[in-house]
């Protein structure tokens, strides 16, 4: 086997993992709280936020940093000190003694982390450049895979082993997960000709790719993609209480209205990435662009939960066109010897869409309801879809980047 599909192989497996440990507090993260000594509701959902958001709070900041190092000492050593890192402080949150320890080691798994854009880094430059968007397509397709499942297998061990063991299940997961990577994935690296670059600071790394206009461009179409998305995502639940009524299985048509998208978007991702192998990735993000912000229109006109069911299934298949795409284009966009670098930039503008657009969100719906910010998020993706046109398909690609 070539050994860039060993080497995507096994990153799937390596995301789904990361993004699975990530997610499967969740269900359960506010019961562990209570079991921390916090018993009063309202600071219970205070530190509930407070404690998931933290590991992004860090993450934003740190992930130009290591992306910074990974251009100089390697893609695969970032992935391995972050899957390491990671497996340990998720076994620490099982021993956490209050919420402040669980808080503060939430910032420190987001400080560390930066398993997926190494992942998607180091892809990029071991995958053929035409085969780049199957590539990068199928990779996010296993984040997105433990995304959906992580709730789900967080919710059934929470039941089966109880809170603390769970953490200590998926840290050591999150351990062989490296282990496994440190053994099979290969690099070629030229560490020398690394080293003979400029060493420059993470500003003025920003400065110099924020001089490319495509980067500029697909950094921000990142932060707003995750920002529309994610605007109306914490209010779903309430939207489906709202439709279905407090009859029996409502939280189950919520779990299954929450994970619908992510289902439809694991199969569309690949299969848009490879059609954007043939026709060009500028044009399936676009399209996948528009067709996510018309996808929006027929949720705020629900009437009952399976036409909400229907229409982010649809979104779903639309959304699988959009992150792939953007990572196989800033992979064509960026200079040689800068890659780590620019996936770590635009992993921090996926980072700032996640906590902004929950915030923005909640914020609105008090004023306009969730209807109304499904409208907002088909005006910007249809914004969005605009500025990808003028700024990346009417453009000519850059010659001698990303090569």
Same mark, same amino acid.
């Given at each position: 086997?070539?050994?860039?599909?060993?080497n995507l192989?096994v990153?799937w497996f390596?995301?789904f993992?990361v993004?699975a440990?990530? $997610?499967m507090?969740?269900?359960?993260l506010?019961?562990?709280?209570?079991?921390?000594?916090?018993?009063d509701p309202?600071?219970?959902a205070f530190?509930?936020g407070?404690?998931?958001a933290g590991?992004?709070v860090?993450?934003?900041i740190f992930q130009?940093?290591?992306?910074?190092l990974?251009?100089?000492?390697?893609?695969?050593?970032m992935l391995l000190?972050?899957?390491?890192?990671?497996?340990?402080?998720m076994?620490?949150?099982?021993f956490?003694?209050?919420v402040?320890?669980l808080?503060? =080691?939430r910032?420190l798994?987001g $400080?560390?982390?930066?398993f997926v854009?190494?992942?998607v880094?180091?892809?990029s430059?071991t $995958?053929p450049?035409?085969? %780049?968007?199957?590539?990068m397509?199928?990779l996010?397709?296993?984040g997105?895979?433990g995304?959906? +499942?992580?709730?789900f297998i967080g919710?059934?061990?929470a039941?089966w082993?109880?809170f603390r063991p769970i953490f200590y299940?998926t840290?050591t997961l999150?351990f062989f997960?490296?282990?496994?990577a440190m053994?099979?994935?290969?690099e070629?690296?030229?560490?020398s000709?690394?080293a003979?670059?400029?060493?420059?600071s993470v500003?003025?790394g920003l400065?110099?790719?924020?001089?490319i206009?495509q +980067?500029?461009?697909?950094?921000?179409?990142t932060?707003l993609?995750q920002?529309?998305?994610?605007s109306?995502?914490p =209010? %779903?639940?309430l939207?489906?209480?709202?439709?279905?009524?407090?009859g029996q299985m409502?939280?189950?048509?919520a779990?299954l209205?929450?994970?619908?998208?992510?289902?439809s978007?694991m199969?569309?991702?690949?299969?848009?990435?490879?059609?954007?192998?043939?026709?060009?990735?500028e044009?399936?993000?676009?399209l996948?662009l528009?067709g996510?912000?018309?996808?929006f229109?027929?949720q705020? /006109?629900?009437?009952?939960?399976?036409? +909400?069911?229907?229409a982010?299934?649809? /979104?779903?298949?639309f959304?699988?066109g +959009?992150l792939p795409?953007v990572?196989a284009?800033?992979?064509?966009?960026?200079?040689?010897?800068?890659?780590s670098?620019?996936?770590?930039?635009n992993?921090?503008f996926?980072?700032l869409?996640n906590?902004i657009?929950p915030v923005?969100?909640?914020?609105?719906s008090? /004023?306009i309801?969730?209807?109304?910010?499904?409208l907002?998020a088909t005006v910007? =993706?249809?914004?969005n879809a605009v500025w990808v046109r003028?700024?990346?398909?009417?453009?000519?690609?850059?010659a001698g980047q990303g090569?």
């Amino acid at each position: 086997m070539n050994n860039w599909k060993l080497n995507l192989i096994v990153l799937w497996f390596g995301n789904f993992l990361v993004m699975a440990g990530m $997610t499967m507090i969740i269900p359960f993260l506010p019961l562990y709280i209570q079991q921390l000594g916090i018993t009063d509701p309202g600071k219970v959902a205070f530190w509930s936020g407070i404690v998931f958001a933290g590991n992004f709070v860090t993450s934003f900041i740190f992930q130009p940093i290591w992306g910074k190092l990974a251009d100089r000492h390697g893609r695969k050593v970032m992935l391995l000190r972050s899957g390491f890192g990671m497996a340990l402080v998720m076994v620490l949150m099982g021993f956490a003694g209050n919420v402040w320890h669980l808080f503060l =080691l939430r910032m420190l798994n987001g $400080t560390i982390s930066g398993f997926v854009p190494a992942a998607v880094a180091l892809m990029s430059t071991t $995958t053929p450049r035409e085969k %780049i968007g199957f590539s990068m397509g199928t990779l996010q397709s296993g984040g997105t895979a433990g995304s959906i +499942l992580g709730p789900f297998i967080g919710g059934l061990l929470a039941e089966w082993v109880g809170f603390r063991p769970i953490f200590y299940i998926t840290g050591t997961l999150l351990f062989f997960a490296s282990m496994l990577a440190m053994i099979v994935v290969k690099e070629k690296f030229d560490a020398s000709k690394a080293a003979k670059l400029p060493n420059v600071s993470v500003v003025a790394g920003l400065k110099e790719l924020g001089k490319i206009p495509q +980067l500029t461009s697909l950094f921000t179409v990142t932060f707003l993609i995750q920002f529309s998305m994610l605007s109306s995502m914490p =209010l %779903i639940p309430l939207f489906v209480q709202h439709l279905h009524g407090e009859g029996q299985m409502l939280a189950f048509f919520a779990g299954l209205v929450g994970s619908i998208t992510g289902f439809s978007n694991m199969i569309a991702s690949p299969l848009l990435g490879r059609l954007g192998d043939r026709i060009g990735q500028e044009k399936v993000l676009g399209l996948s662009l528009i067709g996510a912000a018309v996808m929006f229109i027929p949720q705020a /006109l629900v009437q009952n939960v399976w036409q +909400l069911f229907a229409a982010r299934f649809m /979104l779903g298949m639309f959304m699988g066109g +959009l992150l792939p795409s953007v990572n196989a284009l800033i992979r064509k966009y960026t200079p040689d010897g800068m890659e780590s670098r620019s996936y770590s930039f635009n992993s921090s503008f996926l980072a700032l869409g996640n906590m902004i657009g929950p915030v923005v969100g909640g914020a609105l719906s008090g /004023l306009i309801t969730i209807r109304g910010i499904f409208l907002i998020a088909t005006v910007m =993706l249809i914004a969005n879809a605009v500025w990808v046109r003028k700024t990346l398909i009417r453009r000519s690609p850059v010659a001698g980047q990303g090569s």
